[in-house]
């Protein structure tokens, strides 16, 4: 009886260690490399800070220091594509005319093989991060708390044609009506997207060019000045609460005095020197 007793006990025992095995990896998950990355970024090497991530980011565990690493890694990839190292790389591959096939570049390719998502805008002969940890970020843990922040950047844009603008423009109201009380930083940039969309549309309608202004035309003058007019008191709307929650520092100063400075001129009936839909 005693040896039964015994091995039931070195049984449950055992059983118990494997247990809390199995919880360290959902639960715990190598916090220093959370803690090393933010070493590394305050020594100001963001591109090492977002290597030390690599072992959460790539892990089949899903885990809390998972979905925190995703979020930080979106920050330091979005940091890192603009940064000088890279802008270097393009250079040396415009002198070598091989912009062919940008994405080899290994730094890319790993960062991508991670899900970060970069692609290559031949348009602005620059790298684009397109908010891959982020979608993952969604996708694996659609509960957490930096989703609602996270699903403002996966708006996808829709430039050039009155389509595309259309689903841009009602995934942004959906996003603000869904997000209204929030106090995101991201609902008062989507408020300015808003705006910048149908100020676009007034413009493109109000001051017609043979160009750009066509496909959004209904082909009736006064019919095209009615919907102008709606997208005047949109935009003014919109303007005006990007103003009042930008205030706060959710915007640098520079685009809170342009935000206001295109207020104050639409008011006025006054074009601006852009339109926000228009990408060439």
């Given at each position: ?17 494997g ?10 998950q190598?916090?220093?490399?959370l ?24 892990a089949?565990?899903?885990s809390?220091?998972?979905?925190q ?12 594509i ?11 591959l ?19 093989e ?17 908010y ?19 699903e ?22 959906s ?15 989507a ?19 043979e ?38 520092g ?16 639409l ?14």
């Amino acid at each position: 009886m005693e040896v039964q007793k015994m091995v039931k006990n070195i049984f449950l025992i055992t059983f118990f260690l494997g247990f809390l095995m199995c919880l360290v990896p959902a639960f715990g998950q190598t916090p220093d490399l959370l803690e090393k990355s933010e070493a590394l970024m305050t020594q100001g090497d963001f591109y090492q800070a977002l290597l030390a991530l690599e072992p959460l980011l790539t892990a089949d565990q899903k885990s809390r220091n998972q979905e925190q690493a995703l979020w930080l890694a979106n920050a330091l990839c979005e940091t890192v594509i603009r940064d000088g190292e890279f802008t270097k790389e393009l250079e040396e591959l415009r002198r070598r005319r091989s912009l062919e096939e940008p994405l080899k570049q290994k730094r890319i390719v790993m960062l991508n093989e991670w899900g970060a998502g970069i692609g290559y805008n031949p348009l602005g002969g620059i790298y684009d991060y397109r908010y891959g940890f982020l979608k993952r970020l969604v996708e694996l843990y659609p509960d957490s708390r930096w989703r609602p922040a996270a699903e403002y950047y996966l708006i996808k844009k829709g430039y050039n044609k009155p389509e595309r603008v259309e689903k841009w423009l009602n995934e942004l109201y959906s996003y603000v009506d869904e997000n209204a009380r929030s106090g995101l930083g991201e609902l008062y940039s989507a408020y300015l997207d808003i705006a910048h969309l149908n100020d676009s549309l007034w413009q493109l309608l109000t001051y017609p060019d043979e160009v750009y202004s066509v496909p959004f035309s209904s082909g009736d003058p006064e019919l095209d000045k009615e919907k102008a007019a709606q997208y005047k008191v949109e935009a003014l709307k919109y303007y005006a609460k990007a103003i009042i929650g930008g205030y706060g520092g959710r915007f640098g100063y520079p685009q809170w005095f342009d935000t206001r400075n295109r207020f104050q001129k639409l008011q006025q009936d006054k074009k601006a020197n852009r339109v926000w839909i228009i990408y060439d």
